[in-house]
């Protein structure tokens, strides 16, 4: 055979392969083990504090929904969330000790999926221990946005750029937050990373592989959570830059290791249509795909939720039927009429009746997308002492700057500027006009949106926002410029300076990075409710965030260990959140977002408040603006009127009346001290999100009073 002569670099001159170089894989074999050390890091991070969390409040609903899928094959439980990542979480329960609620079960006939999580998790089970398992599968989808994020910073700007975006998001705190709770925020924010680097992939050169790559990652979005037809701007709007270029980027775009790679020319206008055309059809085939993969996550048949399909053409009659049923059927109702019960017109509604008529998809997912709808035109929320159903264009932008931390901010704007300056030249520009593309029409789409109860809504954005952030790295390097240019020649000759001034921004980079890792062991093992310096970290932050941004029900686990400690205090919960306190200490029942038993007597004692129930929302008789002086007289009458009880020889309906009539009056007394708990300092916190306040007997009467 002959032999192949060695290959010819600039000049004519022999280029050594790299395995001539003894040293040459030193410095791949330790960026390798800095990528596994930092994948370690993560799972260390999120598995020593995915323990110390009570169940949050989707994960209630979202665990027992994905064991329950599993286990009967009817997906009645939260149909708004697809049920990939909710199986993925619930498949190790198939294996253990799980006690099942029979099939008569309230909860699971109306559907309740809050209910029937309660029953699953806080009744039969052991539900921390269910939850920690569930746990445990999430944070293998955490590593995999890690390693998303480290592609996408790699493939835009090279391998250092890679191990600066990886080294961020692992010690991101709302990352490792949601990357080991049983929701759908997480598992999306992967998808959708993933999504994008498989197009950009798919857009360098067109195979088999790539294209069944692309199917499997917008699939898994799609089964993920039903936000994800958000990204598809991000797909066409590369698709379009891609068949208008006249030069197209090496598919070996990260090959070397700090120059941007050379474009190269493309053919001509016949290759262009064909080129088009070829586009086109691996679309056509990725939709295919997508809606076979839709199928296939409800196991190829149409569920049981017909019955409930045929009953939403027109509204419930008599409130015979539950309220989570009505919900559902209302939903389905309003995304189909009008409010004059005519046929709705646009293309939406038209998918959806053609899709329900002809089932063309399961209905689960038709109705999840109906409920959805419903849910994005209104929904309550607190901003900054406000409460509103209507949003804020300011909620997401300032979440952003307040729960990111300072460092990560600052090396965004160094990314950033890089880029705008040129010193950080995209080795992938379609990868780079989807990154960008991405995060306007999520960013803008959330900003004027009403949803504004949570960051987590903002999660998706976060991989791309941070491999810009790894374009920081690029002012470690030389300009890319000419060296005839005489800026060039002028620099060289003051080597020594642009050393120095290399390895100044060096040490301000780590000393950034040392920073966040200072911001995260001091938030650990409480990640959700991380606030940085900017008003002061999380002690007050309930000033201007409360909900699934700070306080979604997480500190039962620390309520429980302080009872532990204070065994003679008489605990009175107000509490936010769907786990069933009771099922972690013993605790007398103030109004709380999911009522328990038994009611707390207002006496001296001390009162847990958490602060998404200090602040009022969902509830306004918690808060101070409610006691109007009409309502304060109509309460002081209803207390009047309730003084006097019914003769012992009054009808039994009278007396019923009355007991139900003392139990909303003590209800309400409850509301009213609470209200007023609002400006009085706590004697006590408990995590983040839980306040404590020691009454007597003469505070409480104070505090209640009209």
Known sequence: MKARSAPKGPGGRSVQPAHAAPGAARPRVLHVALVVGLLALTAVLAGTSLATDSP???????????????????????????????????????????????????????????????????????????????????????????????????????????LLALALAT????????????????????CLALVLLTFAALLRRTTWLRVLAAALALTMAALAKLSWPLILPALAAM??????????????????????????????APRRLRNAATLLGSFALIGLIVWAGIWTGYGWHNTRLAPLLEAAATPPAGGDRHENVQYLTTAWREALYDAQGRPRSGPLAAFLRLASAKRLLPEPYLYGIAVVLRSSQKRMAYFCGEISDHGWRGYFPLVFALKTPIPVLMLLAAGLAALIARRAR?????????????????????????????????????????????????WLAAPSRSPRDP????????????????????????????????????????YLAYFNELIGGPRHAYEYFVDSSLD????????????????????????????????????????????????????????????????????????????????????????????????????????????????????????????RLRHRNPDAYVGYTMLLFRLSDDDIAQLTSP
Request: aromatic share 10%.
């Open 239 to 268: 698709a379009l830059v891609k068949l208008g270029q006249r030069h197209q980027v090496p598919d070996a775009a990260d090959a070397a290791d700090e120059a941007p790679a050379r474009p190269v020319p493309t053919p001509r």
């Open 171 to 190: 010690l991101h705190p709302s990352l490792l937050a949601h990357g080991r709770l049983v929701t759908t925020d997480l598992p999306i924010t992967f």
């Open 56 to 162: 949050a409040f989707d994960e209630v609903a979202h665990l027992p929904a994905g064991l329950s899928y599993l286990k009967t094959g009817d997906f009645r439980l939260s149909p708004e969330h697809p049920p990939l990542f909710k199986m993925w979480c619930a498949w190790p329960l198939l294996f253990m000790d799980v006690r099942w609620p029979g099939a008569a079960e309230p909860t699971w006939v109306r559907p309740d999926p809050f209910g029937f999580g309660q029953i699953l998790l806080c009744a039969l089970n052991n539900g921390q221990k269910l939850i920690q398992v569930g746990r445990c599968m999430m944070v293998l989808v955490l590593l995999g946005t890690g390693l998303a994020v480290y592609g996408l910073a790699r493939t835009l700007f090279g391998p250092r750029a890679g």
């Open 552 to 675: 979604w029900g997480q500190d039962l686990r620390r309520l429980e260990a302080y009872a532990r400690q204070h065994p003679t205090e008489q605990l009175n919960v107000c509490y936010f959140g769907a786990a069933v306190p009771r099922a972690y200490l013993p605790c007398g029942s103030l109004p709380s977002f999911f009522d328990f038993e038994p009611r707390a007597p207002l006496t001296a004692g001390t009162y847990v408040i958490s602060v998404t129930r200090l602040v009022g929302l969902y509830d306004a008789g918690l808060r101070a603006s409610y006691w109007t002086d009409a309502a304060r007289a109509a309460y002081a009458e209803r207390a009047r009127t309730l003084a006097v009880a019914p003769p012992p020889d009054a009808p039994s309906g009278v007396r019923v009346r009355y007991e139900q009539a003392v139990r909303d009056q003590a209800d309400w007394r409850a509301r009213r001290l609470v209200s």
């Open 426 to 474: 995209p080795r992938d520009p379609l990868l780079l006009v989807g990154c960008l593309a991405f995060i306007l029409v999520y960013g803008g789409y959330a900003v004027f949106s009403s949803i504004d109860i949570g960051e987590r809504h903002l999660l998706p954005v976060y991989p791309p926002l941070l491999a810009l952030a790894g374009a920081a790295t690029a």
């Open 487 to 526: 800026t060039v020649r002028a620099a060289n000759a003051r080597g020594r300076q642009g050393g120095t001034r290399r390895a100044a921004i060096a040490v301000a980079g780590g000393a950034l990075l040392v920073w966040s890792l200072a911001e995260n062991l001091s938030i650990h093992p409480q």
